[in-house]
């Protein structure tokens, strides 16, 4: 089925879909958060890792990247990412646009290799990294579980 909009339209329709503060995602871990007083925690800070000196996956200035968690967890230096399952390719749920499938294609890929990339660089820079699948919000009891866990080790 071809697209009801046309291209300009597509564009300022697609414009308007949220990064940040979605509901579905990282409002829901904020209220996951406050419902086990889990405290603590920053949103949307912009880190600035290093990549590694052989990492030529990223375009760089001095040598250092962007990298902004949907939070962070300063004292134990835990940034965590909360993944919508179709942007960032969930082999579980993402589903493949039938509409436009190269130009899809290559932007989904484009995300997880710079999720790879910024995983790498804080990483490197001792930043512990957590990705949270969309679809793992729904049992809010496994992400407090993991997140004792992690804060038990630190």
């Known amino acids: 089925m071809p697209d009801v909009f046309k291209p300009g339209k597509r564009s300022e329709v697609m414009s308007r879909i949220k990064g940040r503060g979605n509901a ?8 996951i958060f406050r419902e086990a007083g889990i405290t603590g925690w920053r949103r949307h800070v912009e880190l600035r890792p290093m990549l590694a000196q052989d990492d030529k996956s990223h375009p760089t200035k001095n040598g250092r990247i962007r990298v ?6 300063r004292s134990v230096r835990l940034a965590v990412f909360i993944d919508g399952c179709f942007w960032h390719g969930c082999s579980l749920h993402a589903k493949k646009p039938r509409q436009n499938f190269e130009f899809w294609s290559l932007k989904l890929q484009t995300n997880i290799q710079r999720d790879l990339v910024q995983n790498r660089a804080l990483a490197g820079s001792g930043w512990t990294v957590l990705r949270i699948w969309e679809h793992e919000l ?3 009891a496994d992400i407090r579980a993991r997140f004792e866990e992690f804060m038990r080790k630190a």
């Open 138 to 140: 729904k049992n809010s």
């Open 24 to 31: 579905a995602t990282e409002m829901a871990m904020v209220a």
């Open 68 to 73: 902004r968690p949907d939070f962070i967890f």
